[in-house]
């Protein structure tokens, strides 16, 4: 579709051998630490990249659907491995609660505007390609688990960054501009938005402490303040979930 992905220049599935293209070093994470003052302009370019992306034709592909089953299981790694982390307990009636308001919040997501999902659209992920235009100039990794979900999704990738903060001016302004580019409907957008804000969050807590406690990775811990703080802003502007939730984190 005309997209810079990594080319396989060969490949020996039986002994694990793969020769890939070399995209170089420079992601957008490193870009941006020698040159802050260019957030905006790359990010509008990912913006550009991800409509076009949106745009791909899902008839007669294999790709499997984020469905409820789906992103149940994720919010479940919550449960799973942050809460014991944080040596909280938890009764198995407000396990079901919580079951219950994500199934709820699950019924209210957009079935319009689906799209291709890469799911991991953020800062290390995008490549600044030097002597390319247009989408060429965007090196895109690491999208093998793509699935068919809602248009919010990516977007949500890219400026709530686990990694990275992301200016709020232009975080605001970039949402402008890609659901007036996209030409989705605003309010059925920030519904979209704001569930799958709040579900991916909880899901990449859930990540990063089962990361730290069964595969030794601690340097993630260093990124959960920054999800946590994802978390509550969305509480505190939303009436998705119970307050009550707020005790657990």
Known sequence: NGFRAPKILAKNIEIGFILLEDFGDETYSKALQKKLEDEYFLYEKACDALVEIQ???????????????TLFREV???????????????????IQDYKYNWIELFDK??????ALVLRYYHADNLMVLKNNNGFEAIGLLDFQDALIGSCAYDLLS?????????????????IDYFISKANYNREDFFVDYEIISLQRNIKILGIFARLHLRDGKNQYLNFIPRVKDF????????NLISSQFKNFL
Not at 78 to 85: A, C, E, R, V
Not at 109 to 114: A, D, G, I, T, V
Not at 231 to 238: F, I, N, P, S, Y
Request: hydrophobic share 30%; net charge positive; aromatic share 10%.
């Open 55 to 69: 745009k791909i034709s899902l008839k007669n592909s294999d790709f499997s659907h984020y469905n409820h089953a």
């Open 76 to 94: 479940m790694l919550f449960i799973d491995w942050y809460l014991p982390w944080k040596n909280h307990k938890i009764s198995l009636q407000q």
């Open 109 to 114: 997501l957009s079935k319009k505007n689906q």
């Open 231 to 238: 978390v509550e802003q969305r509480l505190d502007k939303t």
């Open 158 to 174: 890219l400026l709530e960054d686990a990694r990275r903060d992301v200016d709020e001016k232009n975080k605001e302004k970039l």
